[in-house]
């Protein structure tokens, strides 16, 4: 190959391309990048308010126009030119811009000057201080109320609404579409109002009812069905995005967000006013309707797992997650799209960024959380559960007496060995041998857990010892309970092979007993046993136990004792028990708290009858070392006046020590101490941890009676539970068995204040004292400006509430703001979602933005006469409902008028019914309806869809459906950015952001999933075993019922024809499936 000579021209050409390429940047964004820079440092003198010089900044023809001393200002395409970046790089401080202030950086500098050079470009409707123009737009003028209008044919109009579309029709030289006939009415209707098809027999009822209001009647019936409920709630979950995981990259599971779905549906079953839901849903909380709040958390939301540890993560996380409730109400209620306004003035609309971050002042208290639903039954539950805890108390007292006696001065038991233990006692003659287990180590990550022995060797006292506890030689062996496995078997304690394979393991947490009877009596001098002979497991291992041997049950011998180390202190409630002592002083010295000043909220002192006789009621004085008292809180009378919790407490003035002092009026015999930190279970520092307790003896000397070091170790973290065991060592038979019905008393009344106090979460957000909130610059959290106050947007008008108002106040007042009859947008944004849900399209084809980036009002009248209508009717959303669907409008075919078609291909002008599809939902809910298994339960936990409720990946579709998953589609456990398997296909919003108007698109997966899936298939053989049901074995009569009930209808003559063959060759099945693939079923007629 021969290369042509180098040329030195064309390296040089290939240099400056190379240069010129990487030096290439896209034009400078004037809304992004150069009006922050004169907001920052420019409008303060030339904006809104002040023009020095005649020159204004911030609209487009003052800027590019002048000032009074320099005009132009700006020459686009000359930046050395302009007198604005003269004045912005002067080295005269005279002349230098902004006078004050260190001046712009370099780099907003190059901006400015790059601006210019690339010709100064200033898009239009950019300029938010334009109010003279953004603001005159239609839905910022209040609602008008407007006449309906005269038209030419007086006979079609039913209702006012017929009036306001005829004389628009009558504009355009058109007439309506004939009417409808009843059966497609009533099929629109039904699938309009409830998501479900009529029965035949409704259909047959109908078309026989000749009363004049018999049309009203029917619409009643569905307005009053449950039903109606389910469908309109579903299109308020697709405005607000709802969705039951929490959605982004790990999506786990949101368990309690369903209350909010059924709380939608109740609100719309009983009609409750709009004005009332909006404030429902902002404030629920105040008004005794805490699962409508979930409207406030519907979005997605990082968790705190998912958050950057740092700072910066956190604050950004935050901006978020407030930005997204922001969103979801602006557009909800109001139709606008606030959000566009994070970062910069908005572009379309007149709202701020200022506008936007007031906005979000109203909700800075609001977090992602579940909440306790405060109902009647779970205020009853709560009172039921309290009296229970009463019970549980005097449970607790009468266990105290059972109490192991505290060992002054002890230290903790000898520690056990995991592989073998020797136990040597003097010989004695036995049949019997007992092992009891009273306590055990604790499991590095389970805690207390089932005791564990792999052997239990007991030998003969004779020259040569022989093990006589081995299966082998005769000897049974009985437990307290065995848990049982491969490995773990009662009849591996003395099988002679030792480590955990061949082991026997208690059943019950820390306890537990095995007793061995030999072929005869021996005499026995030594036993072994251990945990894992072999060295590999040091868990479940005994710490405390009682060896005894007899030569019968009734003569059982003590032989070794290991008595178990009392209770791990805890904060709720301590008690030292000891032997009886004759006393008229009591003295508790605390030498070491896991925290600050020790604190004592009750000192109790019991005697031998189980008085408290520490109460300054009985006259007993306090006396202490000293004390912190704050306000009316950590008194010394405090220490026994009868009352629990921190607020009832005394506390020390000494960091970790203190010393308080009981002094009876007379001497009594005790026996028993209680105390507590803080008995209301709410504060678990300032814990005394290292104590001694003393009593004054009749020579004024002190002596010790209990002291801490027989406890289990203290563990940071772990002081507010209870120990696991009460254990019975040393205790006489009768007291053992007085312990056990004890305990499962305390343990029946424990299980029944769990079930009273279980009370119904909902994730519909925690409130607590809202967050400052500043101006951000381009939306950073890092460059945060002026902190700004709760303020409505200023289009709309001047509701400001002051910077420090109560977190519910902001919410209460926001959303007060939004229901006023007099907000130009709420019931105007409402009503046309009613619309949209009958007719497909809304009179305004954006419903979630009315502002100057959406339509206009394909009827403008018609829209504020509805709005009118609505807050006159007190805001019922049924009544909206009465006034369509009973309209000539809504009554008409959907017959096509080619003329009409041709201008209008949209059906804007309402000129015919424009028939559309079914949603996902109301084509699932069908199918199950006509096949007569659709099960009809409301509320409650959602059913699976997917195998799995939550989770990074794998969503793998559930195929079979019985009992909850035959329920309606919007009772669907549903997983964020995960489509259904089968109807996700007929454009089922994935929750991923808000719905305001689905698609409504044709593909072949929706044909092949309607005609092979297995859901398909299973309703197809039940709707086939209904109709043989319905009408037997004839044929004819099959075919007419599956019609009937699939589309209403009788089959045509040629459809019969056609059909009969089907069914021979076929099965009826197969009849099922075609019908659910018809237009006619999948279409709203």
């Not at 737009?137 to 039913?158: A, D, E, Y």
Request: hydrophobic content about 40%; proline content about 6%.
């Amino acid at each position: 190959m021969q290369f042509p000579p180098k040329s030195p021209t064309r390296y040089c050409i290939t240099i400056l391309l190379l240069v010129s390429l990487n030096g290439f940047s896209a034009p400078v964004d004037f809304v992004r990048e150069v009006r922050p820079i004169f907001k920052q440092h420019c409008y303060e003198c030339h904006g809104e308010k002040k023009q020095k010089s005649g020159l204004r900044l911030d609209l487009k023809a003052a800027a590019l126009k002048g000032g009074d001393e320099h005009a132009p200002n700006i020459i686009a395409g000359k930046a050395r030119e302009s007198p604005l970046i003269r004045f912005i790089t002067s080295k005269d401080n005279d002349q230098r811009m902004p006078p004050k202030g260190e001046g712009l950086s370099e780099s907003e500098i190059a901006t400015l000057s790059r601006w210019i050079d690339e010709g100064a470009l200033w898009p239009e409707g950019v300029d938010v201080v334009q109010l003279a123009d953004k603001r005159d737009h239609w839905s910022f003028k209040p609602v008008t109320l407007p006449s309906p209008p005269k038209v030419k044919s007086r006979r079609w109009p039913r209702n006012d609404v017929d009036r306001f579309v005829l004389a628009r029709l009558e504009r355009e030289g058109w007439k309506p579409a004939p009417e409808a006939d009843r059966v497609t009415w009533l099929r629109r209707v039904s699938f309009d109002l409830t998501g479900l098809p009529p029965t035949p027999e409704q259909v047959a009822a109908f078309v026989k009812d000749r009363r004049l209001d018999a049309f009203e009647r029917v619409v009643d019936e569905l307005l009053a069905s449950p039903r109606y409920g389910e469908r309109w709630a579903q299109h308020w979950l697709d405005v607000v995005r709802y969705a039951d995981t929490h959605g982004f990259e790990v999506n786990t599971e949101r368990p309690n967000a369903w209350p909010y779905r059924d709380y939608l549906i109740e609100a719309f079953n009983h009609d409750t006013p709009y004005d009332r839901f909006i404030r429902e849903q902002i404030a629920g909380d105040a008004l005794d309707k805490d699962a409508a709040t979930g409207f406030l958390v519907t979005a997605s939301v990082l968790l705190s797992g998912q958050i950057g540890a740092d700072d910066v993560s956190k604050r950004l996380a935050r901006q978020d997650s407030l930005d997204e409730i922001v969103v979801n109400t602006g557009q909800t209620f109001l139709g606008l799209s606030v959000g566009c306004a994070r970062c910069h003035d908005h572009k379309f609309d007149p709202i701020s960024a200022r506008d936007y971050y007031s906005m979000q002042a109203f909700f800075a208290g609001v977090e992602y959380e579940d909440r306790e639903l405060r109902t009647p039954e779970a205020l009853a539950r709560r009172k039921e559960a309290e009296t229970l805890k009463q019970g549980v108390a005097e449970v607790e007292r009468e266990l105290a007496q059972f109490e192991p006696l505290a060992r002054v001065g002890s230290t903790l038991p000898k520690t056990t060995n995991p592989r073998l233990n020797e136990e040597i006692f003097p010989p004695l003659a036995a049949k019997f041998i007992r092992f009891t287990i009273h306590d055990a180590n604790l499991h590095p990550t389970l805690g207390l857990i089932e005791p564990c022995v792999d052997e239990l060797e007991i030998f003969s006292d004779e020259a040569t010892p022989r093990n006589v506890a081995l299966a082998s030689h005769g000897t049974k062996v009985t437990a307290s309970g065995s848990r049982t496995s491969d490995i773990h078997r009662l009849e591996h304690i003395n099988d002679g092979k030792y480590g955990n394979s061949h082991s026997w393991m208690a059943d019950e947490a820390g306890r537990g007993w095995v007793m061995f009877e030999l072929p005869e009596v021996v005499r026995i001098g030594k036993i072994n046993w251990g945990r894992d002979r072999e060295g590999n497991f040091t868990d479940r291992l005994a710490t405390a136990y009682t060896l005894e041997a007899g030569p019968s049950l009734d003569a059982m011998t003590p032989l070794v004792s290991v008595l178990p180390p009392r209770p791990v202190l805890n904060a709720t409630m301590n008690t030292d028990r000891f032997a009886p002592v004759k006393t008229r002083r009591v003295r508790f010295t605390i030498k070491e708290t896991n925290s600050l000043e020790p604190c004592i909220d009750e000192l109790e002192v019991f005697d031998t009858q189980a008085r408290n006789v520490a109460l300054a009621s009985a006259g007993t004085k306090a006396t202490s070392s000293g004390d912190t008292v704050v306000a009316d809180r950590h008194e010394l009378r405090q220490i026994n006046d009868g009352h629990y919790g921190n607020s009832r407490s005394w506390m020390s003035n000494e960091k970790g020590k203190g010393w308080v002092m009981l002094e009876f009026p007379e001497e009594h015999v005790i026996e028993r101490l209680v105390w507590g930190r803080d008995r209301e279970g709410k504060f678990s520092d300032r814990l005394a941890t290292n104590y001694v307790i003393e009593v004054a003896d009749t020579v004024g000397e002190w002596r010790p009676v209990a002291d801490s070091t027989d406890r289990r170790a203290y563990v940071p973290g772990e002081n507010k539970a209870k120990p696991a065991v009460f254990s019975t060592a040393g205790l006489r038979a009768d007291e053992v068995k007085n312990v056990g019905v004890l305990l499962a008393k305390r343990k029946a009344l424990e299980s029944k204040i769990a079930a009273a106090a279980a009370g119904q979460m909902a994730f519909a957000g925690t409130f607590r004292k809202p967050d400052k909130i500043s101006l951000l610059y381009r939306g950073d959290p890092e460059q945060p400006k002026e902190e700004v106050a709760p303020a409505v947007l200023s289009v709309l008008g001047n509701l400001q509430l002051p910077k420090d108002a109560e977190e519910q106040q902001r919410r209460l007042t926001l959303a007060g703001w939004i229901a006023r009859p007099e907000n130009p947008l709420t019931a105007r944004v409402m009503v046309n979602r009613i619309w949209q849900g009958h007719f497909g399209t809304g009179l305004v084809e954006t419903p979630s933005d009315f502002g100057r980036n959406g339509t206009k009002p394909s009827h403008p009248e018609l829209l504020d006469w509805l709005a009118s209508e609505f807050v006159r009717s007190g805001w019922s959303v049924k009544q909206m409902h009465r006034l369509i669907v009973l309209s000539a409008t809504y009554r008409q075919s959907s017959r096509i008028n080619p003329v009409a078609a041709a201008k209008d291909a949209d059906v804007r002008f309402l000129w015919r019914f424009p028939s559309r599809r079914l949603e996902s939902e109301p084509i699932r809910d069908a199918m199950l309806a006509v096949s007569g298994q659709l099960n009809l339960k409301m509320g409650g936990r959602g059913f699976d869809l997917f195998n799995n409720r939550g989770g990074l990946s794998g969503f793998n579709p559930v195929e079979s459906f019985k009992g909850e998953g035959l329920r309606r589609m919007i009772y669907a456990h549903k997983v964020r950015r995960e489509r259904e398997a089968v109807f996700g296909a007929f454009d089922c919003p994935d929750a991923g952001q808000s719905t305001a108007r689905r698609r409504e698109s044709t593909t072949p997966i929706q044909a092949l999933n309607l005609f092979n899936s297995r859901f398909t298939l299973e309703q197809a053989d039940a709707f086939a075993a209904r109709v043989k049901s319905d009408v037997g074995d004839d044929l004819t009569k099959q075919i007419h019922r599956a019609y009937q009930l699939a589309l209403n209808r009788n089959p045509s003559s040629a459809e019969l024809v056609d059909a009969a063959p089907i069914v021979r060759a076929h099965g009826l099945p197969t009849l099922g499936r075609a019908l659910f693939n018809s237009n006619e079923f999948l279409f709203l007629p």
